[in-house]
């Protein structure tokens, strides 16, 4: 029986690719700043906080011709901080809210994360780095 033996180049490589392949998922490669919802907070928690990409939705947005408008409302003090009308929308509702309306707009532009699976969104290593950043 004859054996296989593993190169150096074929380790190497492997190593390289799985390298790569950790830097583009946490974002670093690509240099995005994840930034966390604040708000609504909740008492209970029962996932990690949803973290998104704000640079890259502001490109987006503005690659199709759209402002900060498209996630925040102009209030009389200014641009809202808040996701879109979120704080009038009953505490109970806030959640429902926030999924539907984020999963709609991937869907209708056929980009980001779909609300197919809790984890896509409500990351524990993303919140973990988060925290190690403060």
């Not at 906080?49 to 690659?63: G, M, N």
């Not at 809202?80 to 984020?102: I, W």
Request: hydrophobic fraction near 35%; charged fraction near 25%.
């Amino acid at each position: 029986m004859r054996e296989k033996h593993i190169g150096f180049r074929t380790i190497l490589t492997s190593l390289l690719f799985l390298a790569l392949g950790m830097a583009l998922s946490s974002g670093v490669a690509f240099g995005e700043e994840r930034i966390p919802f604040t708000y609504p907070a909740f008492s209970a928690k029962k996932m990690p906080p949803v973290f998104f990409t704000h640079d890259q939705h502001i490109a987006y947005l503005e690659d199709k011709g759209q402002d900060c408008t498209a996630c925040h409302q102009m209030t009389d003090d200014g641009l809202s901080e808040t996701f879109l009308n979120v704080r009038n929308v009953a505490p109970g509702k806030q959640m429902d809210y926030l999924h539907a309306t984020c999963t709609e707009c991937h869907v209708k532009l056929a980009k980001g994360p779909r609300l197919v699976d809790c984890r896509v969104c409500h990351s524990e290593r993303i919140a973990s780095e988060y925290a190690a950043k403060k």
